[in-house]
């Protein structure tokens, strides 16, 4: 099984401010990388798939790179309605894995 | 595009669930389906996903041969047949489809005496 482990666990910022969330696989997954945000009482919204392409709606403050096993989420400046937890997701091998999340905080 | 799960509950260690999850507004036939459990202490956990033709079906150790995934694409739905619950099965239940870019609201699943 890839284990996903995402960097911060929590990170706090403020609005305006760019954020860089950390996620490192145990092997390679090659570009197979999704990320997620969730939101209290919500289900996860997909925002990044293939590490680096962004989801359909999705702003274009939202960026992600890497490949292989060290992968980053950029949001470029922060707006109020970022601050949520975001998860990052692996489908190169089964069991698709999820990271234990970093909870994006408001400063 | 909607998925809308149901079937949640609470249930005795041992028991059966049958969660069922209704698409609409995308091509269900052409998706490959899967089923995602929360926990506050997991965190997201994949159960599991079958194939847009059901050929294959893809599950979680923890839970092979005590789940089974199905679906009926004239109901463009998709189930996740639960037995012999743990308490460890206590979640909430979340469908996915269009390669995770559309999720339902969840279930949840309590298994509790």
């Known amino acids: 099984e890839i284990v996903l482990t995402q960097s911060p666990a929590t990170l706090s910022l403020s609005p305006g401010e760019r954020a860089t969330l950390s996620c490192r696989a145990s092997q390679s997954v090659n570009i197979y990388l999704t990320w997620y945000q969730q939101k209290p009482g919500q289900a996860p919204r997909l925002l990044i798939y293939?590490?680096?392409n962004r989801a359909t709606g999705i702003p274009a403050r939202f960026s992600g790179s890497g490949s292989g096993t060290d992968f980053t989420l950029t949001i470029s400046s922060l707006e109020p309605e970022d601050f949520a937890v975001y998860y990052c997701?692996?489908?190169?091998?089964?069991?698709?894995?999820f990271g234990q999340g970093t909870n994006l905080e408001i400063k | 595009v909607l998925l809308v799960e149901s079937g949640g509950g609470l249930v005795q260690p041992g028991g059966s669930l049958r969660l069922s999850c209704a698409a609409s507004?995308?091509?269900?036939?052409?998706?490959?389906m899967t089923w995602i459990r929360q926990t506050p202490g997991k965190g997201l956990e994949w159960v599991a996903t079958?194939?847009?033709?059901?050929?294959?079906?893809f599950y979680l150790d923890s839970v092979k041969g005590r789940f089974a995934i199905s679906t009926d694409n004239a109901k463009n739905s998709v189930y996740l047949q639960m037995n012999s619950l743990r308490a460890e099965d206590t979640a909430v239940y979340y469908c996915?489809?269009?390669?995770?870019?559309?999720w339902g609201q969840g279930t949840l699943v309590t298994v509790s005496s």
């Open positions: 079958i194939k847009e033709d059901g050929s294959e079906k």
């Open positions: 293939d590490a680096s």
């Open positions: 997701q692996q489908r190169s091998n089964w069991p698709i894995t």
């Open positions: 996915a489809g269009r390669n995770f870019e559309s």
């Open positions: 507004g995308f091509m269900f036939s052409n998706s490959w």
